[in-house]
């Protein structure tokens, strides 16, 4: 199926009233999303030696298997599925950046939850 143009609100729960508007992702951006992390976590480990880095990696393996929203750069899935909202600013780069934690980390998981990325072991097998 060709996502472009597939859209879905939702309203903020920590803010009545308020609504994000998102778009479907493409598998590459999917891709870049996933790369982007991967590069990060690689370059904050690569500072580490030996024993500790084969032990944080053992970690970060354990605690990304449960949630397949740790395996993508927020930011970067943020910015290519925002695409329209109520505050009075306009959607750009500069003011998906501006947002609170809240409603960033609400809005990573309800692109993650509703899109549901296939992860690695899906893809192998399907």
């Known amino acids: ?19 994000i508007t998102f778009r479907r992702l493409s598998w ?6 996933l790369e982007a ?7 904050n480990l690569s500072k580490i030696s030996g024993d500790v880095f084969k032990a944080l990696k053992d970690v970060e393996s354990a605690g990304t298997q449960g949630n397949p929203g ?3 750069d927020k ?7 925002i ?3 109520t505050y009075p600013e306009k959607v750009n780069r500069d003011t998906i950046n501006a947002l609170d934690d809240a409603t ?5 998981q309800e692109i993650v939850k509703t899109l549901k990325p296939r992860m690695d072991t899906e893809q192998k097998n399907g």
């Open 1 to 19: 199926m060709i996502v472009t143009g597939q859209t879905w609100e939702a309203e903020i729960p920590h803010e009545p009233g308020e609504k």
């Open 28 to 33: 590459k951006e999917w891709d870049k999303a």
């Open 37 to 43: 992390k991967q590069a990060s976590s690689l370059e």
């Open 70 to 72: 740790d395996k993508f």
């Open 75 to 81: 930011g970067i899935v943020l910015e290519a599925s």
């Open 83 to 85: 695409v329209g909202w």
């Open 104 to 108: 960033a980390d609400w809005a990573y």
